[in-house]
């Protein structure tokens, strides 16, 4: 499987966007979905995730009530929503994906990564 986001952008703070990460070659039904950030000079980060089906999402504290995560595993696509942007969002954000439960926060157990979008947001 093959994974790709795209849909950055430059958004002024407490704007939106809407994020997608397409999957060829494969479906990503079986696997949890998670998105990844890495802002300049800093070490990747987790965001968010989604269980196989999207009956479960799991969030890091600094995008509680502002991101979402969704999945449409028919269309091979995962989504992520982030509303009410602040300027520490500013990063490039990865699509991973991963087949166990375990350790959804940790980068290095997602063995599918996409190619980043750049999501900038201005004050």
């Known amino acids: 499987v093959q994974l790709q986001a795209f849909w950055g952008g430059l958004v002024q703070a407490g704007g939106s966007l809407r994020l997608s990460c397409a999957a060829s070659?494969?479906?990503?039904?079986?696997?949890?979905m998670g998105w990844f950030r890495q802002a300049p000079g800093k070490e990747r980060e987790f965001v968010i995730a989604v269980t196989w089906n999207g009956g479960r999402a799991y969030y890091a504290d600094s995008v509680k009530g502002r991101f979402t995560i969704s999945r449409d595993n028919a269309e091979n696509m995962v989504y992520l929503q982030m509303n009410n942007l602040k300027p520490e969002d500013t990063a490039v954000y990865f699509c991973?994906?991963?087949?166990?439960?375990?350790?959804?926060?940790?980068?290095?157990?997602?063995?599918?990564w996409g190619q980043g979008t750049l999501v900038t947001v201005s004050s």
């Open positions: 991973a994906a991963k087949e166990g439960q375990r350790f959804l926060e940790r980068a290095s157990y997602y063995h599918i």
């Open positions: 070659g494969g479906t990503l039904s079986n696997y949890i």
